[in-house]
């Protein structure tokens, strides 16, 4: 390659447009890469509860990175033509994961947008930077993209933004995927709802307490009555053991320590091994704990294929419930 300082000007920029394509064919290229670490639960295996967590804790990307390009995976599974876009620089990463963002909100308040209407959202912010995806997705919906708007930012002492993270691995199984946002939201909620009692008499939404680990087998989401739940205090121990993180640890022997979504599993079977004993109990976050349920049902079924039986997407309750 010629020195930059030789390059003609059309030269420089001819090649600046080339490193652009190039940037993004790469960037294609990892998404494709995490997709099938994905697909074969690799991230798991290395002791990583997310995949989020796997791209920022062994690839090293910043938290940013890793949200925009697992948000463009998401996004072009359900639109494949995505992809092609952001090769085109029509869709830039940044617009990609608000779409995402925006249609996730979309389904947490209840509304099922179909793939055409997706299409067209995303027909509207081809070509935008990302302040103008969000206001344009913002005026579409303004309930679905609340940072957009202008609501204004408060910063937090790093002790009060550790406390709220601890709340969030406490409260990812009653708010899965709730952001610090909607945390605090609820937490005002309540603590609105407690002071106009007091005040007023009204009832209001009173928090419930909520444990900080699921008995997996026994909650009652799962409705499986097959077995006596976990004695709290027995749950107690077994949290303190772990000290309130997942125990898996891969085989070259990275603990997964995740905080969130911890449910307790039966290290010999409960099918096996009918009884509460201490010794038999672990701490595992539910991905770690569906990957054991996933290896358990291959070894029962060697002839299935792996990748087939690789899951995915969200979990089926019934499959949660067998893990242990
Ligand atoms: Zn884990």
């Known amino acids: 390659m010629k020195t930059l300082a030789l390059l003609s000007e059309a030269e420089l920029l001819k090649n600046t447009s080339h490193l652009v394509q190039e940037e993004r064919r790469i960037t294609l290229e990892l998404i494709e890469h995490l997709r099938e670490i994905q697909m074969r639960r690799l991230h798991e295996s290395l002791g990583y509860s997310s995949l989020h967590a796997f791209v920022t804790g062994h690839l090293g990307l910043s938290e940013g990175a890793a949200q925009r390009r697992i948000s463009a995976l998401y996004l072009s599974k359900e639109l494949p033509e995505v992809t092609q876009k952001i090769q085109s620089g029509a869709l830039s990463l940044s617009s990609v994961s608000s779409l995402q963002t925006f249609f996730k909100?979309?389904?947490?308040?209840?509304?099922?947008?179909?793939?055409?209407?997706?299409?067209?959202?995303?027909?509207q912010v081809e070509g935008l930077s990302r302040k103008e995806t969000e206001k344009t997705l913002y005026a579409i919906q303004p309930e679905a993209l609340p940072q957009a708007g202008s609501g204004q930012k408060v910063s937090l002492p790093e002790s009060t933004l550790a406390k709220l993270?601890?709340?969030?691995?406490?409260?990812?199984?009653?708010?899965?995927?709730?952001?610090?946002e909607e945390i605090l939201d609820r937490l005002i909620a309540d603590a609105l709802s407690v002071e106009e009692k007091k005040r007023f008499g009204t009832t209001g939404q009173e928090t419930k307490a909520i444990p900080p680990v699921v008995d997996s087998h026994s909650a009652a989401?799962?409705?499986?009555?097959?077995?006596?739940?976990?004695?709290?205090e027995m749950r107690r121990?077994?949290?303190?053991?772990?000290?309130?993180?997942?125990?898996?640890?891969?085989?070259?022997?990275?603990?997964?320590?995740s905080q969130r979504t911890l449910e307790i599993d039966h290290i010999i079977p409960w099918s096996h091994n009918?009884?509460?004993?201490?010794?038999?109990?672990?701490?595992?976050?539910?991905?770690?704990?569906?990957?054991?349920?996933?290896?358990?049902s291959a070894r029962s079924h060697p002839g299935s294929n792996a990748r087939s039986s690789a899951h995915v997407g969200p979990p089926a309750r019934a499959h949660e419930a067998s893990a242990c």
């Open 274 to 296: 009918p009884e509460h004993d201490l010794k038999n109990l672990r701490l595992l976050c539910r991905a770690h704990n569906l990957r054991r349920f996933s290896l358990a």
């Open 165 to 180: 993270q601890k709340l969030q691995s406490y409260w990812s199984h009653k708010m899965p995927e709730a952001s610090h």
């Open 221 to 232: 989401e799962y409705n499986i009555p097959t077995r006596p739940a976990i004695p709290a």
């Open 105 to 123: 909100n979309q389904k947490k308040l209840g509304m099922k947008p179909s793939v055409e209407e997706k299409r067209e959202v995303i027909a």
């Open 237 to 257: 121990q077994v949290w303190r053991k772990a000290q309130g993180r997942c125990e898996f640890t891969s085989s070259q022997g990275r603990r997964c320590n």
